[in-house]
């Protein structure tokens, strides 16, 4: 079971940009797709983005077309490039390798890999 560690959260300003990076402790080159949950106090777990191997994405749609989801296979490292940030963003978001991928989306099950999350706060 790989240990997924993510950083780059903190508090950020209204409009401003953010990059998450959540680094694997074993290689993610042969992993078919890997994603970004958030979640906020009293809510459900909601998948942000996620990317396959060969490079198809998906993104929620309340974050289409402001963030993006890219991979650096030599890194061990998913990255979540995060843009025209408001206060709806905060949460806390989770690396994630799903065991369960349906038409290139993944489906949260008890046998994924998670990271610990991290905290972003979009505030002024």
């Known amino acids: 079971q790989a240990q997924l560690v993510e950083s780059g959260g903190g508090l950020v300003q209204p409009g401003e940009s953010r990059t998450l990076s959540c680094t694997s402790s074993e290689s993610i080159a042969s992993i078919y797709a890997m994603a970004w949950y958030r979640q906020v106090p009293g809510k459900k777990r909601e998948l942000v983005a996620s990317i396959t191997k060969s490079g198809n994405t998906h993104y929620a749609d309340s974050v289409s077309g ?32 799903p065991a369960v991928v349906i038409a290139d989306i993944p489906q949260a099950s008890d046998n994924d890999d998670w990271g610990q999350g991290i905290q972003v706060t979009v505030s002024s």
């Not at 890219?70 to 994630?96: E, I």
């Open 66 to 97: 402001r963030f993006t989801i890219f991979v650096d296979n030599a890194k061990r490292t998913v990255y979540l490039q995060m843009t025209g940030l408001n206060p709806a963003d905060t949460a806390v978001y989770y690396c994630n390798i």
